[in-house]
């Protein structure tokens, strides 16, 4: 579990955390470098899923040695299916990581929703509906590595 006591706000008790693949950890299917480590680091705490519809079809050859389970969704209607696995695990032990369209019902269920800007941009709608936007999923896996980044974004 990972507990950051947030300022004017409930303290976080978090539990899992649910990652979007391709535009997230992941640049044309590839895992992009700096993630398998950080990942490796936060399984320590957390219950670790990746949820994606696996476009390029390589989630599985770059993220089988990892400490994660990967839940494969259809290519249609992904975000409602991502939001009902975020409902399924509890919404107030989430915290989500997407950047796409199909992650913003996920975000916004999550008690903690960061969207990545990456490559391929990032969904409007997902912006919206996110507590924290970063520019990398370094920078946002970091934000969990190290939380007290975490409290001086959201203090109230």
């Given at each position: 579990m990972l507990k950051v006591d947030i300022p004017g706000s409930d303290t976080l008790e978090l539990h899992y955390l649910v990652l979007d693949y391709n535009g997230t950890l992941a640049e044309d299917g590839e895992i992009l470098e700096g993630v398998e480590e950080r990942i490796r680091f936060l399984a320590d705490y957390l219950k670790i899923y990746i949820i994606t519809a696996d476009t390029f079809g390589l989630v599985k050859e770059y993220c089988s040695r990892l400490p994660v389970e990967i839940v494969k969704i259809s290519g249609t209607g992904g975000y409602s299916q991502k939001e009902k696995f975020v409902k399924?695990?509890?919404?107030?032990?989430?915290?989500?990581?997407?950047?796409g369209f199909n992650d913003h019902l996920m975000l916004e269920a999550s008690w903690l929703g960061i969207?990545?800007?990456g490559s391929e941009g990032a969904a409007a709608r997902?912006?919206?509906?996110?507590?924290v936007v970063c520019r990398s999923i370094e920078e946002a896996l970091d934000l969990l590595i190290h939380p007290q980044r975490l409290v001086a974004t959201l203090r109230t």
């Open positions: 399924k695990l509890g919404p107030d032990r989430v915290v989500a990581i997407g950047n969207l990545v800007i997902s912006i919206l509906n996110s507590d």
